[in-house]
């Protein structure tokens, strides 16, 4: 099983317990992901030390409050590092309005074409934005693989599929309130479909009083398959392979 995006640096457990824990329960590649250039760095740190991590460099849209070229410059730097394997999260989010909107637009392009220029994938976090974000990957991102973190637009799936995007389930998707979005896991593509964690964001219906930890991708994953009529183990394929294809972290 993979997890195809968490933050390691932000859960509570140290790095060893949770790689660990993911470890026993069978996950064997794990995305931590950059917020800011601190973020970045300890993700690079965690992928450097442990096999199973890998890292994704970004700056997210609620932290992208004063971004400028130098950060872009900064960015550039940290995608060369080899353990590396994706471009964000970044993207668009009008719901905090954690940082104006013009710096989010900036960062998000910088991103985009960062994530062309690397050849590595886009990691895309949406919230309260979805035309402005559909619009710019569209205009901006083609060539690019795209992943939607978190998917949360199940009323704009198909435009998403049509663009070629990958589709990543968080715990969100087992929330009983969430029957659209349990619809949308039963319906992607077995070459576009992917899970994560987001941890320790979004713990899955199952482990609901726990906060969230890479190990509980399980749970999320076990829920998808039975979304699809797939077994955990034909979704664990599926999985992983597709996110082989698109990290290119290798089995």
Known sequence: MIDSHTHLDSCAEGNDELVGN?????????????????????????????????????????LAAG????????????????RCAAIGETGLDFFREGAPGDDQRAAFRDQIAIARETAKPLVIHTRAADDETIATLREHADGVTVILHCFSMPGRLHECLEQGWYVSFAGNVTY?????????????????VLV??????????????ERNQTAYVTETARFVAAQRDQSYEELDALVTANADRVFGWGA
């Open 22 to 62: 993911a470890r026993a329960a069978g996950v064997r590649r794990i995305l931590t992901v950059g917020m800011d250039a601190e973020s970045c760095r300890t993700a690079l740190r965690a992928a450097e030390t442990f096999p199973e991590v890998w890292a994704a460099v970004g700056r997210h849209p609620n």
């Open 67 to 82: 971004y400028d070229d130098a950060a872009a410059a900064d960015l550039r730097e940290l995608a060369a590092h080899p």
């Open 176 to 192: 009983p309130k969430n029957a659209d979005l349990a619809l949308a896991a039963a319906t992607v593509p077995d070459d576009r």
């Open 196 to 209: 994560e964690t987001d941890a320790p964001y979004l713990t899955p219906q199952s482990r609901r009083r």
